[in-house]
């Protein structure tokens, strides 16, 4: 560390500082705890609010004929990656994206049944979460490089190997991601880690349990939840039976199917295992700071840096919001026009009463409903008498993680190797594993 100058403790810290600060840093507004980036995006939010629904409209269809374009002429992306790797991605997504700008079209001029455009479908999608979308994605993508480039990751990476890797199988640098998630918002977190893995820092085993592990809805979207319940009084043993329900899905997930059988290489596969290990003549604060220097040493001035934001927010606009419409939309048309994910509950319910939970018929329909959208169990559940029973179907909305119209979307939508099967089997081996530990912290809170 002696050849180490003073610009070069400027370039890791300042950056890096500020990242943390945007993104992992709760602060008061207007008597809520939110983090900078999400006060950003909900300045966008309003103000432009009358604008997002068209804003959003139109880079869907965009993305979707671009899509079709440029894959029935690849000359002319020629000796351009960014734009093969944004529009060249395979017949499947292709009509994937091609779907999802006839629905975005259907909804915004509000032709087709109501099942599709509705309020609680297709305008939910829409005039909500693509606002949210569009708006977080536009400082998230922008200022992620803080996190990411200027050797944070480095840094931290080097005190948490020994705790992430026994724990659940990562390396050190994901407790980033985790932290990003968890004080941040799922989606920052999912966005941190296909970045990640796109450049080489995750192995495909790595990338999937953390995109499926720990891009867990932020705190402020569990006051959001345990409002629409009405036990705000309980936030604190609520918040605390997340914790510990998601802590040991964290423990379990990596080492049975699907997480388990993820091929451990990266996205080149001649590329080696990063060695995490610890030279003799350092300790772990010199071994991380010098890797964090070397690493915000690498780079090079803010054309870079703008250049890179620019091209993350793009990615995240064009490669996600078409899926998350897609697949949102299909899932949110299943759940509020059939009674499948009914169905679906009618085994809890034998499971639920032998764990005595009251109104267990009732609980039973939320159980599975949450894979279409996080959001309704809590609308469903509601109307439920039992505060414990509230109790439990918020908290396990939260921990299933897995919810098509965001996070799954999301993540189908990135680079994440996981596919709509692995998310489906991951949200129901997380219900499995989060429900007793749910039912036993509600029993003793009750």
């Known amino acids: 560390m002696n050849n180490i100058k003073a610009k070069d403790h400027i370039k890791f810290i300042v950056p890096s500082l500020l990242g943390v600060f945007l993104f992992m840093t709760p602060i008061k507004v207007a008597g809520n705890f939110t983090i900078p980036i999400a006060v950003l995006a909900g300045f966008i939010q309003d103000g432009l609010a009358n604008y997002l629904s068209l804003i959003m409209t139109v880079i869907v269809v965009l993305t979707g004929i671009l899509t079709i374009v440029f894959s029935l002429n690849p000359s002319f992306t020629k000796n351009k990656p960014f734009l093969q790797r944004l529009f060249l991605v395979g017949n499947f997504w292709m009509i994937t994206r091609f779907i999802a700008a006839i629905f975005t079209l259907m909804i915004y001029f509000q032709i087709g049944p109501d099942i599709m455009v509705g309020e609680d479908t297709g305008q939910l999608l829409l005039d909500d979460l693509l606002h949210v979308l569009f708006s977080v994605f536009l400082f998230a993508g922008f200022f992620l490089p803080l996190l990411t480039n200027f050797g944070l990751l480095e840094f931290i990476g080097a005190f948490m190997k020994k705790i992430m890797r026994p724990l659940f199988k990562l390396p050190g640098r994901s407790s980033i991601d985790a932290l990003a998630s968890w004080i941040g918002d799922g989606t920052i977190g999912v966005l941190l880690t296909s970045k990640q893995y796109e450049e080489g820092y995750y192995t495909k085993r790595e990338a999937a349990i953390i995109g499926t592990t720990f891009s867990i809805v932020s705190i402020t979207f569990t006051l959001v939840i345990i409002e629409k319940l009405g036990l705000e009084h309980k936030f604190l043993p609520f918040y605390f039976t997340i914790i510990v329900a998601g802590f040991v899905a964290a423990i379990i ?126 609308i469903i559940g509601s109307s439920i008498a039992s505060e414990m029973t509230r109790f439990i179907i918020g908290a396990l909305s939260i921990t299933q993680l897995i919810y098509m119209s965001e996070v799954g979307g999301l993540l189908l939508g990135s680079k994440v190797p996981v596919s709509f099967k692995d998310l489906a089997i991951i949200f129901l081996l997380r219900t499995i594993i989060t429900l007793p530990v749910i039912v036993l912290l509600a029993h003793l809170f009750f």
């Open 253 to 378: 997930m990596p080492r049975i199917p699907p997480l388990s059988r993820k091929k451990n290489e990266y996205i080149n596969p001649e590329q080696k295992m990063i060695d995490e290990s610890i030279p003799s003549e350092h300790n772990v604060f010199s071994y991380g700071y010098e890797k964090a220097i070397q690493r915000s040493r690498a780079e090079k001035g803010a054309g870079k840096f703008i250049s890179e934001g620019v091209k993350n927010v793009l990615d995240m606009w064009m490669g996600v919001a078409p899926v998350v419409m897609a697949f949102g939309l299909i899932a949110l048309m299943i759940a509020e026009g059939t009674p499948f994910f009914q169905w679906l509950g009618i085994p809890f319910i034998p499971i639920l009463e032998w764990m005595q939970v009251p109104e267990a018929a009732e609980a039973s329909q939320t159980i599975l409903i949450g894979f279409a959208d996080m959001f309704l169990p809590a």
